[in-house]
């Protein structure tokens, strides 16, 4: 089983290589970021032609969160985090597909530094973070896949010295991050590649992708009932030099049956 997430910055504008990646990597389950689409913009005609079945959180501007399902229609069980906040915000889809619970996670950017951006997501954090601690003591076979916009360590960052005033690598946002893994987590990329450099995003500016100048925001969290099924780990890094690409690649997993 190919299970793939894909900040896909814009389903509409970028959904011709949307489908030629669904069409090349014929992944059985997809969770799509950063929609930049209403609720009835969604191109569910197109992606259902190309034999997908989705569910989807859709909302004008950077949000929105998607799942696409090859055999079934994902069975949604929350659109939301639980615990108050005032922004509402599709960043949050959690879906059952047979045995597994999967969530489509697209945290908050948290930029500038300081500000009411940065402590945005600092709050969605701490709600991610409880609900995460409910999610792994369920027992049950569970995923946290998505746009986490944080880089846990240097190695994945190009050039951490640069970053050092971003809220995507700054000590408490890495440490939030640690602490989450800590629960019982698996950070799958890390799974497999313990000491390799991994991206996962690269800026459309200075020619980035180019100079391999990437960074590693994209990630898969198992619950432990999943690792003993896990078989490989891949970045389709060569779909960011497609034209009119994201800025992020799709990333995958597979699992045995």
Known sequence: MKIATYNVNGVNGRLPVLLRWLKEAQPDVVCLQELKAPQEKFPEAEILEAGYHAVWLGQKSWNGVAVLAKDRKPEVSRTDLPGEEEIQASRYLEVKIGDLIIACIYMPN???????????????????????????????KVLLIGDFNVMPTEKDVYKP???????????????????????????VIRYFYPEDTVYTFWDYFRNAFQRNAGLRIDHFLVSPEVVPHLKKAEVDKHVRGWEKSSDHTPVWIELEE
């Open 161 to 187: 010295e640069k970053f050092k005033a971003d809220a995507l690598f700054l000590p408490e946002v890495r440490e939030a991050f640690h602490n989450l893994v800590s629960q019982g987590w698996t950070d």
């Open 110 to 140: 948290g930029n500038p530094v300081p500000g009411p951006k940065f402590e945005y997501k600092m709050r969605w954090f701490q709600r991610l973070d409880a609900h995460a601690e409910m999610l792994i003591t369920s027992g049950k």
